[in-house]
């Protein structure tokens, strides 16, 4: 059967996340710093909305785009919160961030076009390159920079094919943001080449220390950005598979027909939900955003200090909910760290190699778990290097 199988889709490697979270689920007492979702519940207000929408009947299709007054709110949101202004007719509703990714990639991909992807970054960013006849091509990003996208580093990597980067910050896994200051830094360089931005901020309410800037508020950006959000993280509604793209007008227009033959709308319960949420928020001034917000930064400085402590150096996250930590004082690369230290310990941790090259000495621990389960992790993590540093 193999001649019936796509070329791109057989060269992809399984997903090096997906492996350790199919061996916690049958393991006995086994924590998990691995999930990247918010161990909160979606709150009850966005919940009820949903089962009254139930209730009322609204089981049917939306438009394409996606309900009109959600499609207003988000562009209402993303101007008052970030200063981005796309209008409403230039906004998808998508089946989740996800959706988003693979339609600005597909609407934009040529067989041979070259696509700058931050080394490390979120694990489905170069197979969903690949996938759309693109060719990823990794910009490493260091720990001495705190994992930042730098000038020089675009520009040692830019070739006559180079057509489009992906900008995901603040950045899974590593917990960096960009300011506007860094990000007016790599501008001149995108306008130089002509290049198209991808940019990914499903995070862009969990930033610590400061408001979080978009690279499509800066001059001349927001005509050649791909804006990337959602639901999911800010308002703990993984499972509800609703988030958003926006986008110029002619890669809107490619991206709107890819998603009505592929997907047609995204699920009218879902929507409505996240009608509430937005709409609500505005009222309460995102109350239980900043709640959740202000206790991952309380659990973000307990992991990265204790880890710190352990010797498994590591800044403190700007950003997300993960802490991206270097295991080379044990003597292992992050890979055989997290198997070891699962077997031996039954913590999981993702191997920082699933991220891009850049992350083999790394593990990346996500902090969307309770500070009882946080602080058991760290004891054991604590155990696990003990024992293999005296060896």
Same mark, same amino acid.
């Not at 290049?195 to 930033?207: G, K, N």
């Given at each position: 059967?193999?001649?019936?199988?796509?070329?791109?889709?057989?060269?992809?490697?399984?997903?090096?996340?997906?492996?350790?979270?199919?061996?916690?689920?049958?393991?006995?007492?086994?924590?998990?710093?691995?999930?990247?979702?918010?161990?909160?519940?979606?709150?009850?207000?966005?919940?009820?909305?949903?089962?009254?929408?139930?209730?009322?009947?609204?089981?049917?299709?939306?438009?394409?785009?996606?309900?009109?007054?959600?499609?207003?709110?988000?562009?209402?949101?993303?101007?008052?919160?970030? +200063?981005? &202004?796309?209008? #409403? =007719?230039? *906004?998808?509703?998508?089946?989740?961030? /996800?959706? @988003?990714?693979?339609?600005?990639?597909?609407?934009?991909?040529?067989?041979?076009?070259?696509?700058?992807?931050?080394?490390?970054?979120?694990?489905?960013?170069?197979?969903?390159?690949?996938?759309?006849?693109?060719?990823?091509?990794?910009?490493?990003?260091?720990?001495?920079?705190?994992?930042?996208?730098?000038?020089?580093?675009?520009?040692?990597?830019?070739?006559?094919?180079?057509?489009?980067?992906?900008?995901?910050?603040?950045?899974?896994?590593?917990?960096?943001?960009?300011?506007?200051?860094?990000?007016?830094?790599?501008?001149?360089?995108?306008?130089?080449?002509?290049?198209?931005?991808? +940019?990914? &901020?499903?995070? #862009? =309410?969990? *930033?610590?220390?400061?408001?979080?800037? /978009?690279? @499509?508020?800066?001059?001349?950006?927001?005509?050649?950005?791909?804006?990337?959000?959602?639901?999911?993280?800010?308002?703990?509604?993984?499972?509800?598979?609703?988030?958003?793209?926006?986008?110029?007008?002619?890669?809107?227009?490619?991206?709107?027909?890819?998603?009505?033959?592929?997907?047609?709308?995204?699920?009218?319960?879902?929507?409505?939900?996240?009608?509430?949420?937005?709409?609500?928020?505005?009222?309460?001034?995102?109350?239980?955003?900043?709640?959740?917000?202000?206790?991952?930064?309380?659990?973000?400085?307990?992991?990265?200090?204790?880890?710190?402590?352990?010797?498994?150096?590591?800044?403190?996250?700007?950003? #997300?909910?993960?802490?991206?930590?270097?295991?080379?004082?044990?003597?292992?690369?992050?890979?055989?760290?997290?198997?070891?230290?699962?077997?031996?310990?039954?913590?999981?941790?993702?191997?920082?190699?699933?991220?891009?090259?850049?992350?083999?000495?790394?593990?990346?621990?996500?902090?969307?778990?309770?500070?009882?389960?946080?602080?058991?992790?760290?004891?054991?993590?604590?155990?696990?290097?003990?024992?293999?540093?005296?060896?």
């Amino acid at each position: 059967m193999r001649n019936f199988v796509n070329r791109r889709a057989a060269s992809l490697e399984p997903s090096g996340i997906r492996k350790f979270f199919d061996i916690v689920q049958k393991m006995e007492d086994a924590i998990s710093l691995g999930v990247g979702e918010p161990d909160f519940v979606t709150p009850w207000n966005v919940r009820d909305a949903a089962i009254r929408s139930l209730r009322r009947g609204y089981t049917q299709y939306t438009g394409n785009r996606g309900l009109s007054e959600l499609r207003e709110l988000i562009s209402r949101y993303l101007k008052e919160r970030f +200063s981005v &202004e796309y209008p #409403a =007719e230039r *906004t998808i509703v998508t089946v989740g961030a /996800s959706e @988003a990714i693979d339609l600005a990639l597909r609407a934009t991909c040529e067989e041979g076009d070259e696509v700058l992807v931050p080394d490390p970054s979120y694990v489905s960013y170069s197979p969903t390159v690949v996938l759309a006849g693109g060719t990823p091509v990794a910009v490493k990003c260091v720990a001495e920079n705190d994992f930042i996208l730098t000038p020089e580093a675009l520009e040692k990597v830019i070739t006559k094919k180079t057509k489009i980067l992906i900008l995901p910050y603040p950045n899974n896994p590593t917990g960096a943001i960009m300011t506007k200051e860094q990000l007016q830094d790599i501008a001149p360089v995108i306008l130089k080449h002509d290049l198209l931005v991808i +940019s990914d &901020e499903i995070y #862009a =309410e969990l *930033t610590y220390g400061g408001k979080h800037f /978009s690279i @499509a508020a800066l001059p001349q950006m927001s005509e050649r950005t791909v804006y990337i959000g959602g639901f999911s993280k800010a308002f703990a509604m993984t499972g509800w598979r609703v988030g958003f793209v926006c986008a110029p007008k002619d890669v809107d227009e490619a991206m709107f027909k890819i998603h009505q033959y592929t997907i047609l709308c995204a699920p009218q319960t879902s929507q409505r939900a996240a009608i509430c949420a937005l709409d609500e928020g505005f009222a309460d001034n995102f109350s239980t955003v900043a709640e959740m917000r202000g206790e991952y930064s309380r659990r973000g400085r307990f992991l990265a200090g204790s880890l710190n402590n352990l010797g498994l150096n590591c800044f403190l996250p700007k950003g #997300a909910f993960y802490v991206f930590a270097s295991v080379e004082k044990t003597g292992l690369d992050g890979g055989e760290f997290a198997n070891r230290l699962l077997m031996e310990q039954k913590v999981a941790v993702v191997p920082g190699s699933a991220f891009g090259s850049a992350g083999k000495n790394f593990v990346r621990c996500s902090y969307a778990s309770s500070m009882k389960q946080l602080a058991e992790a760290v004891e054991r993590i604590g155990e696990f290097v003990a024992a293999h540093a005296d060896k």
